[in-house]
Each structure stands twice: as structure tokens, then as C-alpha cells.
């Protein structure tokens, strides 16, 4: 049993269903990463968690006790909102301790709360100020403040920093990873950027149409995904997924590949139980950084294959360069070494890191497990 259970959890509006069957087991001070495109239920979950939606059918528990009808104020969770959701006409200091008030909570108790999170927030300079005078960022630790100070069982976070511009999305996602580091609380949070995903989580769940469809830590989501769904949404750029068939060359199963001139390329598998597979069609997927040069590929690998590709476009970005080809009619990325020799229209030799390629069905999109 974990600190947070969701047990086959469906939501439905109407005869419409939403949500199905989810199951979730989140451990105390895990860190839980609910990310999917929009549409995909990601919210709609985390709303019953924190009670606004009633849930359909299945149980939802926090501490072995069942939270299904029970109010959101009985819950002992905090959510802190896209919207930041702060009252403007109140102070930063008022804003923290509203709550706490509203539960009778002593005044010196209500203060001593509020100067320990402004401190480690570091907003105690910002607590006579009202919202409007705030920028974003600050805007959005009081509202982690607010959460904090009522020391709740769960944390709910509902793409916090969607709102935000670029940089400060960057510094308020490692502000976060810090405070959760410190304080090692129970945080479930809910994205579509699978970036934040990726750096903030102890572990993943990838939605898509109401389904999970992989529940993991970030590394095996984005090492083994479960499906082509889960390979290509997670990951930037995302997995190259090209069709290609199984052969057998000297008793080894291999991935033929078309290039773009027709002919094939020869890609040995490191998973003895693709031979199979051997004759059959299937999607093979390759992360772009395990397409590189020779000078580039893994020392540690211990099946680095060759291919001769030409090379279509290039696009230097700072300290990577990504390189696009033709294989399996399909466009190809290569990350290289910002200094790689590439040019477009020549041919090249790549090294491929084939101990990181991962087979799916073509008819189920499901990885072929090894």
C-alpha cells in the first residue's frame, strides 16, 4: 500500500468516459510526474485527488484512508494552480496565513508558519506587498508558499509554470527540485512538458486518451517505453521511429533499413529474442544521440554498428548539432558533437549505438520486450 493509492479510477461525464480504470501507487515523499498532451485526463485525475471532481467508479486513498465523498477541505492536500490563485486585494503575509486562519489556527503559530516558508522561499521581502506588485515568478512562491505553510499530507501541482517565460520556468523547476529535496514531501504534478517530466520526477506516469500508458521512473520511460506513444512524446528531439524488417545474418538477428538512395543498411540487434522475429516487419526506434560519428559513439557500447547516409539538413544549435537524413522513407535526427564535419548533401558514415534500439509491433505499437 503507498501513501497515495488510486485504485481502477474511472471519471465519466454523461455516458462519456474520461478516465479508465487507473492505477496508481504513490510512495511518501515520492515525487510524481502526471504528463500527457492536453485532453489526456492528466488534470481531470488530479482534481479528484484533491476532491473538486467527484470520482465515477474506484477509490481513491491518502494514508490508508479512503477519500472518495470526502470534502476537499478534509483531505489535508494543497494545490497551487496555473492561475497562482491569490487574493489581490491581501498582502504576500496574508495570503500565506489565510488559510490557516480560516482553520483557527493561533496567531503566533499562523506567523511563526509564515516566516519559516517566506525564509526558504526567500519572499520575506515581498510579505507587505500585494500580488499586482509581483512579478510572475514571485507570484508563483507565494502560491507554493500558501501550500507549503499548511504542511499538508499531499502536494497537488497544476502546470505551475506554464505561465511563466522560458528562463524562469528553468530556474523555478530546480527552485522546486530543491524544495523537494529539502523537505522530501509528496508531490504529484501534472504537465505537458515532458522536460519538466523528465528533470523534476521520481517517477512518470504518461497519459494519453484517459489511459496510463507507462508508469515508471525517468529513466525507464525514456530507455524502454512502453509503446510508440510513450518513445516519441517523450524525449527532445523525439525517438525516430522508421519501419524495417528482421533478417538473419550468420545466426544474429538484424534490422534491414532502406536509406535514401533504395538501398539497404545491415543494423545487428543486441536482444537475442529478436530472431523471432526474423522475416517479419517491424518500427524500430533510435534516440538521436545514439546516432553520432565514429569519434562520438559510446565507449562503453558493445555494438556500435556503421551506416552511409546522405545527409539532408543540418542545424547547429550551441554545443550539439542535429543532422537530418532519409531512412525507412521517413526523416531521420542524428545529435552530433557541435564540431562534427557534416555538411548537407554529403554522404557520411554514422555510428549507431544499437545496444539502445528498441523494436515495437507494428500491428499492437507495443515494444517487442527482450
Known amino acids: 500500500m503507498g501513501f497515495l493509492d488510486i485504485k481502477e479510477a474511472t471519471k465519466s461525464y454523461g455516458a462519456v468516459e474520461v478516465l479508465h480504470g487507473v492505477d496508481v501507487s504513490v510512495q511518501e515523499g515520492e515525487f510524481l510526474v502526471l504528463v500527457g498532451p492536453s485532453g489526456c485526463g492528466k488534470s481531470t485525475l488530479l482534481n479528484m485527488i484533491a476532491g473538486l471532481e467527484e470520482i465515477t467508479t474506484g477509490e481513491i486513498a491518502i494514508k490508508g484512508q479512503r477519500m472518495n465523498g470526502v470534502h476537499p477541505s478534509k483531505r489535508n492536500i494543497a494545490m497551487v494552480f496555473q492561475s497562482y490563485a491569490l487574493y489581490p486585494n491581501m498582502t504576500v503575509a496574508k495570503n500565506i496565513t489565510f488559510g490557516l486562519e480560516m482553520h483557527g489556527t493561533p496567531k503566533a503559530d499562523r506567523e511563526k508558519a509564515m516566516n519559516d516558508v517566506a525564509e526558504l522561499l ?3 521581502p515581498l510579505l507587505d506587498r500585494k500580488p499586482g506588485a509581483l512579478s510572475g515568478g514571485q507570484r508563483q512562491r507565494v502560491a507554493m508558499g500558501r501550500a507549503l505553510v499548511r504542511n499538508p499530507d499531499v502536494f497537488l ?6 505561465n511563466l517565460d522560458a528562463k524562469l520556468r528553468v530556474d523555478m523547476r530546480t527552485e522546486i527540485k530543491k524544495l523537494h529535496q529539502k523537505l522530501g514531501t509528496t508531490i504529484v504534478y501534472v504537465t505537458h512538458d515532458q ?9 512518470i506516469a504518461v497519459m494519453n486518451g484517459g489511459y ?39 545466426g544474429r538477428p538484424v534490422a534491414h533499413v532502406s536509406l535514401h538512395d533504395g538501398s539497404v543498411t545491415s543494423l545487428p540487434f543486441s536482444q537475442a529474442n529478436m530472431m523471432d522475429w ?14 553520432t560519428d565514429e569519434d562520438g559513439a559510446d565507449r562503453k557500447s558493445g555494438n556500435i554498428a556503421q551506416m552511409t547516409n546522405q545527409i539532408v539538413v543540418t542545424e547547429p544549435a550551441g ?10 522513407g521517413k526523416d531521420v535526427i542524428a545529435r552530433m558533437r557541435s564540431d562534427a564535419d557534416v555538411r548537407p548533401g554529403a554522404e557520411f558514415t554514422f555510428a549507431v549505438n544499437m545496444e539502445k534500439a528498441v523494436a515495437f509491433d507494428p500491428r499492437t505499437e507495443a515494444r517487442i520486450a527482450p
Open 157 to 162: 501541482f497544476d502546470e505551475p509554470l506554464s
Open 319 to 328: 554545443s550539439d548539432t542535429f543532422v537530418t537524413m532519409t531512412m525507412g
Open 122 to 124: 526567500q519572499i520575506t
Open 278 to 291: 526474423v522475416g517479419k516487419d517491424i518500427l524500430l526506434g533510435i534516440r538521436p544521440e545514439t546516432i
Open 212 to 250: 496510463v500508458q507507462q508508469l515508471g521512473t525517468p529513466q525507464e520511460i525514456y530507455d524502454t517505453p512502453s509503446n510508440i506513444f510513450v518513445a516519441t512524446f517523450m524525449g527532445s528531439p523525439a525517438m525516430n521511429v522508421v519501419p524495417a524488417k528482421v533478417a538473419d545474418e550468420n
Open 195 to 203: 522536460i519538466e517530466a523528465m528533470t523534476l520526477s521520481t517517477r
